[in-house]
């Protein structure tokens, strides 16, 4: 009852009553101190100021359906080579999916994670632990809050080719233990700097509790698609990009790439998973 016979918001209805008339009596002062105050403007005229400049416009984000449950596992790791974690350049499937990489964490970009959230992507971020110091939180956001998982790109940053076990095992088992340690899961997946690696850092990858190494096919680099070959994704294709001040520019090539050739990026741990 109550509800029905409640005043309406307007005052010019009949329902209008007392309720309403300290808000006038407010109005009218305030018409009065504006009117002084242009009174006073009028004394000195100024010219207009100048138009402010409008807003951005809030930038689209190219969004992609889930083709499937993701967290589900779609294949598993390749089987060890003669013993030694298999490398893996491409991933081998016929479904239009590719995989989006993103290494180092050098600028941890304030725009990357309202970008994956918003495009429905959950990239394999391949840090090195050197810039994820001082920086746990916003990489644990990206994980908790876009989907986005934590795989290992060693402690510093050395190209691991050539040197002896010891230096590569500390590299790589370094960057796992402080991950599984600050975010409570140990990296199955290892990407080498500058994807130079040898045998050994197969053996100290996997003495690290690392299944697979894994490259890379196709780049982004300042705002722009790479191929090193063709001028298309591919199905199972694996892209790398950075965290740079270009972060915006590089993921949304890649978003508008892989929408443009009917790709759909999802996560690579689904498809390597252990
Ligand atoms: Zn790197």
């Not at 003669?82 to 490398?87: A, D, K, N, R």
């Not at 959950?122 to 632990?129: C, I, K, V």
């Not at 370094?174 to 040898?198: C, H």
């Amino acid at each position: 009852m109550a509800l029905v016979t409640a005043p309406p918001l307007t005052g010019s209805s009949p329902g209008y009553n007392g309720f309403m008339r300290p808000l006038s009596s407010r109005r009218m002062l305030v018409a009065g101190v504006l009117a002084l105050g242009l009174t006073a403007a009028c004394g000195a005229p100024v010219p207009p100021p100048p138009p402010a400049p409008a807003p951005p416009p809030p930038s689209p984000v190219l969004s992609f359906e889930a083709p499937y449950a993701f967290g589900t596992p779609q294949a598993k790791i390749p089987p060890p080579d003669h013993g030694l974690i298999p490398v893996v350049k491409r991933i081998h499937t016929d479904k239009p999916y590719v995989f989006i990489t993103i290494d180092d964490g050098q600028v941890p970009h304030p725009a990357a994670l309202d970008l994956m959230r918003r495009s429905k992507t959950r990239p394999t971020l391949f840090l090195t632990d050197r810039y994820v110091e001082g920086h746990r939180g916003y990489f644990k956001d990206l994980r908790d809050q876009a989907g986005a998982t934590i795989e290992n790109h060693t402690l510093s940053h050395p190209n691991l080719r050539g040197k002896p076990y010891e230096v590569q095992h500390k590299e790589i088992c370094g960057a796992s233990d402080a991950y599984q340690r600050e975010y409570g899961k140990r990296p199955v997946l290892f990407r080498p700097p500058y994807g130079n690696y040898d045998d050994t850092t197969r053996k100290a990858a996997a003495d690290c509790g690392v299944r697979a190494l894994v490259l890379w096919t196709e780049t982004v680099n300042d705002g722009a698609m790479q191929f090193q070959s063709g001028t298309k994704l591919k199905p199972g294709d694996i892209i790398l990009m950075h965290f740079r001040k270009t972060f915006v520019e590089d993921y949304s090539a890649f978003l508008a790439k892989a929408k443009e050739d009917g790709m759909i990026p999802v996560p690579l741990e689904d498809f390597l998973s252990a």
